[in-house]
């Protein structure tokens, strides 16, 4: 694996860890880093927000207990940015339950400060029907 695939397992293990700290650390500490994430609110932009929502998180029921890419990671380096993508399964506990889902995963990282740090990230859930005539793709 690549230099951009060690240094998201680095993210992923601080969001297993719960390591504050290091989660905001993984992310272009500015207002232009966009994140694009699977729950509710669709898009987080800012740095601000972002350590905002990563700081409620980590005090929420939601504990996350593995990260295991399905296919890929794929990844390129162009210059001082790269990124790196794929689908992930994501494994975690809410309260007493044991809770697992598949996401499609992005992540567009800028080198800067000797680090790579998370310029865009991009995690969502496939929609199973989004056009109501299925899959388009003939078999």
Same mark, same amino acid.
């Given at each position: ?5 060690? $240094?998201? *397992?680095?993210?992923f293990?601080?969001?297993?860890? !719960?390591?504050?700290? !290091?989660? @905001?650390? &993984?992310?272009?500490?500015?207002? $232009?880093?966009?994140?694009v994430?699977?729950g509710p609110?669709?898009? /987080?932009? &800012?740095?601000?927000?972002?350590? =905002?929502?990563?700081? #409620?998180?980590? /005090?929420s029921?939601?504990?996350? *207990?593995?990260?295991?890419? *399905? ?7 162009? &210059? ?12 975690? =506990? ?15 990282? @800028? ?7 998370? $310029? ?8 199973? #029907? ?7 793709? =003939?078999?």
């Amino acid at each position: 694996m690549g230099v951009l695939h060690d $240094r998201i *397992t680095q993210f992923f293990n601080a969001i297993i860890d !719960e390591d504050i700290e !290091e989660i @905001k650390n &993984g992310y272009c500490q500015d207002e $232009r880093t966009y994140v694009v994430l699977e729950g509710p609110r669709l898009a /987080t932009k &800012g740095f601000a927000m972002i350590a =905002k929502g990563w700081n #409620d998180f980590t /005090t929420s029921p939601i504990a996350m *207990t593995k990260i295991v890419w *399905t296919d890929g990671p794929f990844e390129e380096i162009v &210059g001082d940015m790269g990124w790196i993508s794929g689908i992930t399964e994501l494994h975690l =506990k809410v309260g007493d339950r044991d809770v697992h889902n598949t996401f499609r995963s992005s992540f567009v990282l @800028k080198h800067e400060d000797n680090d790579w740090k998370i $310029r865009h990230e991009h995690v969502s859930a496939p929609h199973p #029907d989004p056009y109501g005539v299925g899959d388009w793709l =003939k078999k």
